[in-house]
């Protein structure tokens, strides 16, 4: 079973990307072994969210940047709630909230959005560590 953190973690990573990326330098960023990253691949490429060929370049589909768009804002929004109103650390909060983005349902975020005072549209900031993978 592919774990769900792992899944979340190359949508983030993909989405803020925001280009075509080969897959070895993705397993580098990201610090996977290549056969956990291709099941992620295989998988994420048979639901459509991506376009990948070995040996070639990964790209996310429209329905993919929507996807990834669409979890990431989730686990930024449960780093976030994590942080302020449980002070957990920021690491367990990330960790956390990459496990958890694509088990909470809109509306339980929409409560937590309340509880925070933020809109479920608000585009996230700096809760989440995602850039710390950009680095050269």
Known sequence: ?????????????????????RAGDLKTRLNFKHSTLNSILKRLEEQKLLVWEKYKEIQLTEK????????????????????????????????????LAGTFSCELIEEICKKLNISHNDFHDHFCDIRKYFSS
């Open 1 to 21: 079973m592919i774990n769900t953190s792992k899944v979340n973690l190359v949508l983030d990573f993909l989405y803020f990307w925001n280009r075509p990326i």
């Open 64 to 99: 993919g940047k929507e996807s990834a768009m669409h979890v990431s804002n989730h686990h930024f929004i449960i780093e976030r709630f994590l942080k302020e109103s449980l002070i957990c650390s920021d690491e367990f909060a990330h960790n956390q909230a990459l496990h």
